[in-house]
């Protein structure tokens, strides 16, 4: 088992950056597939970005492409999500989320294991 916490939400004006840092317990890190997820309120969790075991091949929706990045540290146990040009509608709690494999995944039902969430509030 794997066990998630996230941490570096807060708030920041539209056009600022934030990185999300994921701290995962466990020995095995290296063996898990990766990926943030968000929700914000009266709506579903929503897919942000993913990466792969290696850390080598990341995924991202089409509304942070271009300007949020994953990144898989293997030997600090740690998952980030670099938020850069940041915008209202990006307002949300940000989840980590992992599981064992190999490729990486995009729906929530395909992940085991999740953190407690870490709140982004972006102002206008």
């Known amino acids: 088992q794997v066990q998630l916490v996230e941490s570096g939400g807060g708030l920041v004006q539209a056009g600022g950056s934030l990185r999300l840092s994921c701290a995962a317990s466990?020995?095995?890190?290296?063996?898990?597939?990766m990926g943030w997820f968000r929700q914000a309120p009266g709506k579903e969790r929503e897919f942000v970005a993913a990466?792969?075991?290696?850390?080598?091949?990341?995924y991202y929706a089409d509304s942070v492409k271009g300007r949020f990045t994953i990144s898989k540290d293997n030997a600090k146990n740690t998952l980030y999500l670099q938020m850069n040009n940041l915008k209202p509608e990006d307002t949300a709690v940000y989840y980590c989320?992992?599981?064992?494999?190999?490729?990486?995944?995009?729906?929530?039902?395909?992940?085991?294991?999740w953190g407690q969430g870490t709140q982004v509030t972006v102002s206008s």
């Open positions: 989320a992992a599981r064992l494999g190999f490729y990486y995944y995009t729906s929530v039902n395909e992940y085991n294991y």
């Open positions: 466990g020995r095995t890190f290296s063996r898990y597939t």
């Open positions: 990466i792969d075991w290696s850390g080598d091949t990341a």
